[in-house]
């Protein structure tokens, strides 16, 4: 059997299911254009904004012990944004949670 032949008796197979089945055709339609009506509701009841650069604070990670990877996570709990780069950004730099 060819493959036009195939793909013709699947999709006569295909209509012939969707008329059969008229409630789960119009879910199948309404339910992605509704999604797509909520996002583009939600897109235009925030407008983006423009920010500039941000640095975020580094952060320890549990492999350098427990009690540097729990001072970290209190110390940028609020997960704060600056303009200029961090003091944990220089080379070379492991932590900057000595004076916390």
Avoid at 21 to 30: A, G, R, S
Avoid at 55 to 73: C, D, E, R, Y
Wanted: glycine share 6%; aromatic share 12%; net charge positive.
């Amino acid at each position: 059997m060819g493959f036009i032949r195939q793909l013709y008796l699947l999709l006569w197979k295909n209509i012939t299911y969707r008329r059969r089945n008229k409630i789960q055709l119009l879910i199948e339609l309404l339910w992605p254009l509704f999604l797509f009506v909520i996002l583009i509701s939600v897109r235009h009841s925030d407008p983006p904004y423009k920010q500039g650069q941000c640095h975020f604070p580094n952060k320890a990670l549990p492999s350098v012990g427990t009690m540097p990877w729990i001072q970290s996570i209190i110390c940028n709990i609020n997960n704060p944004c600056f303009h200029s780069p961090t003091p944990g950004e220089t080379p070379g730099q492991v932590g900057n949670f000595d004076n916390s």
